[in-house]
């Protein structure tokens, strides 16, 4: 059983008002340990330390900024099988899972934006008789709050651009995977980033997400996580006038044509669907397929999504784990029965699976796939972000376009097609921010990444990202 802390000013400490909630571990439904229940006054404590780490961090060259934020990242690879164990035992996703996405792509999130920060480059703008440069200057404090998908994943996308950009951080992991972020902390003492620069409080979003955003010291707050809570503090932060990034849902569709590669389609679509228990903002949850090839795809789908393996996450041979809470267990299983009572056909999974001792009371879920539902439907319009995706036949180009489309959400999408013109005319008119052909989740660091409508405000990424993190100002001489 672990009790994590806080991390302020460079040292773990207690909560103030001394309260704990309680970490399970999803692959056993047990507690596995105990988490700060902040408040506040935490993050008041969290604010006061990275203001006065400012000025320090400002004032920093770019190469020791540089040579930090490299240490931040080596010290993460050093302990890739201790992270990628607590990654592992606090969300349920497989150690391999951890050990090969979400613990080495954490590491390169600060590799990454230590490389970007000596790049980093501001413009100049001449007319006869003017000069006008433009000063890209940090904000100061700023606030970076993460959901509990891809726990450290996400936690340093965040982290890492701010603090290449030169502000101090007051930082929020999910109080579900709290741990790998706690475990941070000790990384960047080590590095030697001084005292406050970052800190991390513990807790609940209504709690301390929301002090977070509601500080008047906080000027930009960068969240990623549901649409229900980002539609929240963008109310609580507009009348601010915060700098946001809201990184929020998605129902993505995936576009499959009959002209594609289609063994790599076959092979990838699994993983679009079911990787990380289909815990990935960019999974794709809703599969159009070419009537043609609809049969075909069906059978082969079905047959290679029945033979991947679920159980202990720490087994090599588990494809899947479990998904990351009681109450998201509860609301995918909610969500299949919804499906069904819509007149949705389970061709495969549907139900809780029951694992052997010592894993018979954790939270683990067939990978499901349904047809026979219409675009309409809750199940097609509601974001589930669990091992549950849908599939349905289609004819025209235009009409899948118009199926594609037709969600409040647009975060990502996929088109599987041989057919070039066909390639780009859908990566022109898909309504999301992100579309990949022929491949998924391959990511350059360096592109901008992030949705539109409800999946999103602003993006994340190479220098948007430092361009978030900072303030535009114009200087102009005459
Ligand atoms: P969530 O919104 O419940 O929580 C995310 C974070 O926000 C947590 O740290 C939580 O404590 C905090 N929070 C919750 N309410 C808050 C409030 N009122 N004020 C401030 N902070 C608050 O999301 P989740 O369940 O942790 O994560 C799953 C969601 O995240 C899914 O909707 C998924 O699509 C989304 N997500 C999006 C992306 C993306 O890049 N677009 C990536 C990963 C996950």
Request: a negative charge.
């Amino acid at each position: 059983m672990h009790t994590i802390q806080n991390f302020i000013n460079g040292a773990h400490v207690p909560p103030k008002n001394g309260l704990y909630l309680d970490n399970f571990n999803p692959a056993t439904g047990e507690i596995s340990g105990k988490i700060p229940d902040s408040s506040m006054e935490d993050v008041e404590d969290a604010v006061r330390a990275a203001a006065a780490a400012f000025p320090v961090w400002v004032n920093t060259s770019l190469e020791h900024k540089q040579e930090i934020l490299i240490a931040i990242a080596n010290g993460i690879l050093q302990n890739l099988d201790m992270l990628a164990e607590a990654e592992s035992a606090d969300s349920g996703k497989t150690v391999i899972t951890a050990r090969t996405i979400d613990i080495p792509r954490a590491a390169l999130n600060f590799k990454f934006f230590a490389t970007g920060l000596l790049h980093f480059a501001s413009e100049s703008h001449h007319a006869p008789g003017t000069l006008s440069y433009t000063l890209r200057q940090p904000i100061g404090v700023v606030g970076c709050i993460s959901p509990w998908n891809l726990p450290l994943y996400l936690f340093s996308w965040k982290i890492a651009p701010a603090l290449a950009a030169g502000n101090c951080v007051v930082g929020k992991p999910s109080e579900v995977t709290p741990l790998t972020a706690s475990l941070l902390g000790d990384i960047c003492n080590a590095a030697g980033l001084p005292p406050g620069v970052l800190n991390i409080v513990h807790g609940l979003g209504p709690q301390v997400g929301e002090a977070i955003v509601r500080h008047p010291k906080i000027k930009a707050i960068s969240f990623t996580g549901s649409t229900r809570a980002g539609a929240e503090i963008a109310r609580i932060a507009a009348p601010m006038f915060k700098k946001l990034s809201l990184e929020l849902g998605g129902k993505n569709p995936n576009l499959i044509f009959a002209d594609c590669d289609y063994e790599k389609m076959l092979e990838t679509t699994v993983r679009s669907s079911f990787n990380n228990q289909g815990q990935i903002c960019l999974c794709g949850s809703r599969i159009y397929v070419e009537k043609s090839i609809y049969p075909k795809f069906k059978k082969d789908f079905v047959e290679r999504v029945q033979e991947l393996k679920i159980g202990n996450p720490s087994d090599p041979i588990n494809n899947l784990g479990a998904v990351v809470s009681k109450l998201h267990f509860e609301k995918v299983l909610h969500c299949i029965e919804l499906a069904k009572e819509e007149g949705g056909i389970i061709l495969t999974g549907g139900t809780a699976i029951q694992i052997p001792t010592p894993f018979d009371k954790g939270w683990y879920i067939a990978p499901t796939v349904i047809e026979g539902l219409s675009c309409e439907c809750r199940t097609n319009q509601e974001e589930i972000f669990g091992p549950v995706v849908t599939i349905q036949p289609f004819d025209q180009d235009a009409e899948v376009l118009e199926l594609a489309n037709n969600t409040p959400y647009g975060l990502s999408a996929t088109v599987w097609t041989n057919n070039l013109q066909r390639a780009h005319f859908f990566a022109e008119n898909l309504q999301t921010g992100i579309v990949w052909v022929n491949t998924w989740m391959l990511r350059d660091l360096r592109t901008p990444f992030g949705g539109v409508k409800n999946s999103g405000v602003g993006r994340e990424g190479g220098w948007e990202a430092l361009r978030f993190f900072t303030e535009a100002k114009n200087v102009t001489f005459g």
